[in-house]
């Protein structure tokens, strides 16, 4: 759909105007929620001009908890989620820096806030939401310019699972490697790591060592991960350890975890 842009004369039909005056043009019709663009289906892509739009003290109010540096020509479009699977809006192909504020319910009547940020937002709720979405131009003293809005369903939740091999290897200059496998999907392209902690007593000291294993490639199958690990307070060493490992996955709405409690059993030297 594609927002009017709507010119006011400046006088009467019957009189001509002065040469050198123009008209004076009015903000597009989607300025205000009142006004907001609907969105029937998904996906849906608008591209419309907000080189007229304006920002009122309502559009700061909600920016509060935002913190966009600022709302510059902001417009609105709506959004009735039948089946709560969410909303993606993407704003990150515009001519201009903009910015999406994603409201459930009307913000006029007391709607709130539930995602912003730059270029892209998204939000999932019960079916039946609807979502009031705001585009505008994040850079101080830019009105707006081209704006190309998409709208989707949210993907779905990211899933992860890792395992930990029960046994390690503890090396002569006192790090630990660790292996295992995991499966993630509906994450890639964003954050994911397997990440831990290895607790082993040597003598009288804890020895305590964190890991991390990244990138992980989340197209739903299953792969090896391995990470070496060095303490500060000593040396890992032959013998039996206890490990702790999180398995973290994100998309673009949602993160999943997976705990992940193993006893290891560490040969020096891989012996």
């Not at 998204?122 to 707006?144: E, I, K, L, N, W």
Request: aromatic share 8%; charged share 15%; net charge negative.
């Amino acid at each position: 759909m594609r927002a009017t842009r709507l010119f006011v004369s400046l006088v009467s039909p019957a009189v001509l105007a002065p040469v050198g005056a123009s008209a004076a043009v009015a903000a597009p019709g989607n300025d205000s929620p009142s006004g907001a663009t609907v969105i029937g289906t998904l996906p849906t892509s608008i591209t419309q001009s907000t080189a007229d739009a304006t920002t009122d003290a309502l559009d700061a109010s909600l920016n509060a908890g935002c913190g966009a540096p600022a709302t510059n020509g902001s417009v609105w479009f709506s959004y009735t989620d039948t089946t709560g699977s969410g909303l993606v809006a993407d704003v990150s192909a515009s001519d201009y820096s903009a910015g999406v504020m994603i409201v459930a319910g009307d913000p006029a009547a007391g709607g709130q806030v539930v995602a912003c940020g730059p270029g892209v937002s998204a939000a999932r709720g019960d079916a039946g939401t609807t979502y009031y979405v705001m585009a505008f131009s994040d850079t101080p003293g830019v009105t707006g310019g081209t704006l190309k809005a998409t709208f989707d369903a949210a993907p779905p939740a990211p899933e992860i699972t890792a395992t930990v091999d029960p046994r390690a290897t503890a090396y002569k200059d006192g790090s630990l490697r660790l292996t295992g496998t995991y499966a993630c999907s509906n994450a890639d392209g964003y954050a994911s790591d397997i990440e831990g902690q290895v607790v082993q007593t040597v003598g009288r000291t804890k020895i305590t060592g964190q890991f991390f294993a990244y990138p992980l490639e989340c197209d739903g199958g299953v792969h090896t991960w391995s990470a070496v690990t060095s303490s500060e307070n000593g040396l890992f060493a032959g013998g039996k350890a206890a490990n702790v490992t999180f398995a973290i996955a994100c998309g673009v709405l949602d993160c999943a975890f997976t705990p992940v409690e193993q006893r290891l059993q560490v040969s020096r030297n891989g012996k």
